[in-house]
Structures are given as C-alpha cells and as structure tokens.
C-alpha cells in the first residue's frame, strides 16, 4: 500500500513556473519508478516525466523537454515537478503515480498507486 500526496498546482500566466510535489507513504520501499501523468479534458492521460526511486535515469515528453525537470527527494519520499516556460497547452490535471516493476514506464497501466491529481491551468 502506497499513498500519493500532490500539492502545487494553480492558475498562473504564460511563461510563468510552477514546482509540483508529491510526497509517498506507505510502503514505498516497493516503488522502483515515480512518474508525472497529465489528463486534459477529452484526452488521454499521457507520461510526462519519470524518474526510478535510484539512480539518475529520467525520461521527458517531447512536449516538455526543456521546460520541466523531474527530481526526486529519497530522504522525503517526495519527488518534484518543476515546469517552466509554462503553455497554455500545458493545462490539466497532473497526476503523481508509483510503480513496482522497472518496464513500461510511460504506459499508465503499468503504474500501481496514483495520487489525487493537481490542476494546472495556465492562461493566455
């Protein structure tokens, strides 16, 4: 059991920033990858960002290579989002989410545990 904590997210302008958390509890010692979903309406919930509980591999959506960055937190079970250059298309719901094996991990399916989702709307 693995519970998902989001915070961070809001209502800003074009070209502004925001750093999403999402704190873990429970059993994460089972969690291997952490990932960054987001759903906008009539859409599909697609991988953003993901990043394994160790090491350094990360993976970024074409979409947002550049502007967000993935980063992790071991000693607070907490991983981060930090988006810049923020797009209007960038608006949705985004989702934390926690998995147990090492594969597929762009695939939302594969996650185990998610969070609540945290809105992100960004205005023109």
């Known amino acids: 059991q693995v519970q998902l904590v989001e915070s961070g997210g809001g209502l800003v302008q074009a070209g502004a920033s925001l750093r999403l958390s999402c704190a873990a509890s429970?059993?994460?010692?089972?969690?291997?990858?952490m990932g960054w979903f987001r759903q906008a309406p009539g859409k599909e919930r697609d991988c953003v960002a993901a990043?394994?509980?160790?090491?350094?591999?990360?993976y970024y959506a074409d979409s947002v290579k550049g502007r967000f960055t993935v980063s992790r937190d071991n000693a607070k079970n907490t991983i981060y989002l930090e988006m810049n250059s923020l797009k209007p298309e960038d608006t949705a719901i985004y989702y934390c989410?926690?998995?147990?094996?090492?594969?597929?991990?762009?695939?939302?399916?594969?996650?185990?545990?998610w969070g609540q989702g945290t809105q992100v709307t960004v205005s023109s």
């Open positions: 989410a926690a998995k147990f094996s090492m594969y597929g991990n762009t695939w939302p399916k594969s996650y185990d545990y």
């Open positions: 429970g059993r994460t010692f089972s969690t291997r990858v």
């Open positions: 990043i394994r509980w160790s090491g350094d591999s990360t």
